[in-house]
């Protein structure tokens, strides 16, 4: 609930520490006292706009603090928790505001955006009265006001979830389609591209095998004059091998005489003709090399180019051909097997679409029953507040599949006929001020369980009433403030009698005008509520009405 709220310099306020309580208070005085301006200084700290005119003239800079008893399990617990705000059971929200219109907002003393401080004002405080009747007004709300009636919220959260599955569903098979068409459109490309790539038959390094093996040929000359050399090197005098065995003869002979003393060289001489075999076996293989077809060169060549150009024609090298020809028959594969899949997504998205047509079709069928039930229990609530002729409708229209939604089938529109025999209509163009707030008073209290905010502020909800009909609005606004905090700005002496507790708004005007708000009790609060019935002279008989309707209410 709201515990305190503190203004500054906010327009008729100089210094304002108002300190509130639970059940139902009333907020009394004149009109123009500034009771509205209580509320919009009020807003501020909510979360409302804000603007440079708010501020009091002579200051520079306005503020309001509202102080609230946080409950426990409270949405707003989440909210701090998730912004890595400090909690616990009190919440202080702050706000100031300059006379070039700029704000600042503070939540437990950090420093918050506008957005946020607006998000936790929406769960703290819930208004309704001359400006803020826009919610009833609004279409857009009669749905989740019903689901909130019928405790749907949980069906509506698994729909939600479910038209999510489906629609993700539904957007990859889009994109299958799409990609499907666009390689459908491509395919002749493809099977070229495939076509001639199998014939080309690239071999994974092959381009670097035949860019060395030209290399080579086009040195054949240099290279077999280098062979050559080296063969009649070793030919000479009888060759190196002849010499190299005489010399291992010519040892042996005296092998058994020398001891171990010859064995290494021995040794030595063997591997050397061994070495030697084997260098004059690859000198003969080069050669047998330089002795290839002038034809052979011309291959090579023909096919080093022909790698080449299929390189420059797909902008890669070379040696990456065998992959492009694995992943164009990839793609051919894929369009072939695109049918497969794409009848595979498409019976997917029909089966979530039936499972979500079919807790659709359930949750529209609650609606239709809870809307009776509301539009029951509405009506039970407008005969004590003189609209017995009226009828409320709750209308559950299904829906054309193109307006669908996360929400289900429906749209929902609450429907007035304010006179017997009247034809319904929306209740924003059949019902007048007067009826709306009455409209609007039977809804709360029909609604009362449903909502998460701990205060609630009806402004001049009373207004047009008067009599048993105002005692009957008193009567459902102390009930309402069974569960709830309920903050009423009222001219009617029946409400105010009804209330818990009772603060007199009066402006004091001197070289400035300055709204003074406090508390009344016994005499006091009489003298208001006399006031309030007789106007600006206070008789005896207004003091008499009031202790009557001070004693008649049951509190």
């Given at each position: 609930?709201l515990?305190?709220l ?8 100089d210094?304002l520490?108002?300190t509130?309580?639970?059940?139902l208070?009333?907020l009394?005085?004149e009109?123009?006292?500034g ?10 700290a909510?979360g ?6 708010l501020?009091?003239t002579?200051?520079e800079?306005?503020g309001?603090?509202?102080t609230?008893d946080?409950?426990p ?7 701090l928790v ?6 616990s ?5 702050r706000r ?5 219109g700029?704000?600042?907002a503070w939540i437990?003393d ?11 004002g929406a ?6 009265g ?10 857009a709300s ?8 019928a405790?749907?919220e949980r069906?509506v959260?698994a729909?939600?979830k479910?038209?999510?599955a ?13 990609a499907l ?5 491509d395919?002749?490309?493809l099977?070229?591209t495939?076509?001639e790539?199998s ?6 390094g092959?381009?670097d095998?035949l860019?060395e ?16 050399d080296?063969?009649?090197a070793?030919?000479?005098?009888g060759?190196?091998a002849t010499?190299?065995r005489?010399?291992?003869r010519?040892?042996d002979?005296?092998r058994e005489?020398?001891?171990d003393?010859?064995?290494?060289a021995m040794?030595a001489?063997a591997?050397?003709g061994v070495?030697?075999?084997e260098a ?11 002795d ?9 060549e023909?096919r080093l180019?022909a790698?080449?150009?299929a390189?420059r024609?797909?902008q ?6 065998p992959?492009l020809?694995?992943?164009k028959l990839a ?11 794409l009848?595979?997504l498409e019976?997917?998205?029909?089966a ?5 047509r079919?807790?659709?079709e359930?949750?529209?069928?609650k609606r239709?029953a809870?809307a009776t039930?509301?539009n ?8 004590p507040?003189?609209m017995?002729?009226?009828?409320f409708?709750t ?10 939604g996360?929400?289900?089938l ?8 304010t006179?017997?025999g009247?034809?319904?209509g ?8 007067g009826e709306?707030s009455?409209?609007?008073l ?5 609604l009362?369980a ?18 048993a ?5 008193g ?7 069974e569960?709830f905090?309920v903050l009423?700005?009222?001219h009617?002496p029946?409400?105010a009698?009804r ?5 007199l708004?009066?402006k004091?005007?001197g070289e ?5 708000v406090?508390?009344?009790d016994?005499d006091?609060?009489?003298e208001e509520i ?11 008989e207004?003091r ?6 001070l004693e008649e209410?049951t509190?």
């Amino acid at each position: 609930m709201l515990r305190s709220l503190a203004i500054r310099d906010i327009v008729v306020f100089d210094q304002l520490d108002l300190t509130l309580a639970n059940g139902l208070c009333a907020l009394t005085g004149e009109t123009g006292a500034g009771k509205s301006i209580l509320l919009d200084s009020l807003g501020l700290a909510l979360g409302a706009r804000a603007e440079g005119r708010l501020v009091r003239t002579g200051a520079e800079r306005g503020g309001v603090t509202a102080t609230f008893d946080l409950p426990p399990r409270h949405p707003v617990r989440d909210l701090l928790v998730e912004n890595e705000l400090p909690g616990s059971d009190e919440i202080i929200l702050r706000r100031s505001v300059a006379l070039d219109g700029r704000s600042r907002a503070w939540i437990n003393d950090q420093p918050v955006s506008i957005g946020l401080l607006s998000s936790v004002g929406a769960h703290l405080v819930e208004i309704h009265g001359q400006a803020a009747e826009v919610g009833l007004l609004d279409a857009a709300s009669h749905r989740p006001i019903l689901d909130a009636f019928a405790s749907l919220e949980r069906d509506v959260a698994a729909l939600h979830k479910q038209w999510d599955a489906w629609q993700e569903t539904a957007r990859k098979l889009d994109g299958a389609r799409a990609a499907l068409a666009q390689a459908r459109a491509d395919e002749e490309l493809l099977r070229h591209t495939v076509d001639e790539l199998s014939d080309l038959a690239p071999e994974e390094g092959e381009a670097d095998q035949l860019s060395e093996r030209r290399g080579f040929m086009m040195q054949v000359e240099k290279i077999a004059d280098a062979v050559n050399d080296a063969t009649a090197a070793l030919e000479k005098d009888g060759g190196v091998a002849t010499k190299l065995r005489t010399a291992e003869r010519a040892l042996d002979r005296v092998r058994e005489q020398a001891g171990d003393r010859l064995g290494p060289a021995m040794d030595a001489l063997a591997r050397a003709g061994v070495e030697l075999d084997e260098a004059i076996n690859a000198i003969m293989g080069v050669s047998a090399d330089l002795d290839a077809d002038p034809d052979d060169v011309d291959a090579v060549e023909e096919r080093l180019f022909a790698l080449r150009a299929a390189g420059r024609k797909h902008q890669i090298d070379p040696d990456r051909l065998p992959d492009l020809l694995q992943q164009k028959l990839a793609e051919l594969r894929s369009i072939e097997k695109g049918d497969q899949d794409l009848a595979a997504l498409e019976a997917e998205a029909e089966a979530l679409s039936g499972i979500w047509r079919t807790a659709a079709e359930t949750l529209s069928a609650k609606r239709q029953a809870a809307a009776t039930l509301l539009n029951e229990a509405v009506e039970a609530e407008l005969q004590p507040l003189r609209m017995g002729g009226a009828r409320f409708i709750t209308d559950v229209v299904p829906q054309p599949p193109a307006n669908w939604g996360p929400e289900g089938l429906d749209r929902v529109a609450f429907m007035v006929a304010t006179n017997p025999g009247a034809r319904p209509g929306p209740i924003a163009k059949i019902a007048s001020g007067g009826e709306l707030s009455r409209f609007m008073l039977a809804l709360k209290v029909v609604l009362a369980a449903t909502g998460d905010a701990p205060t609630m502020i009806f402004d001049e909800v009373d207004r047009g009433v008067g009599g048993a009909t105002a005692d009957a609005v008193g009567e459902r606004l102390a009930r309402l403030a069974e569960t709830f905090q309920v903050l009423v700005v009222t001219h009617s002496p029946q409400v105010a009698a009804r209330a818990d507790r009772q603060w007199l708004i009066a402006k004091q005007v001197g070289e400035t005008a300055i709204t003074r708000v406090d508390p009344l009790d016994g005499d006091a609060r009489r003298e208001e509520i006399a006031r309030m019935l007789s106007g600006a002279e206070v008789t005896a008989e207004a003091r008499a009405a009031a202790d009557r309707l001070l004693e008649e209410p049951t509190r």
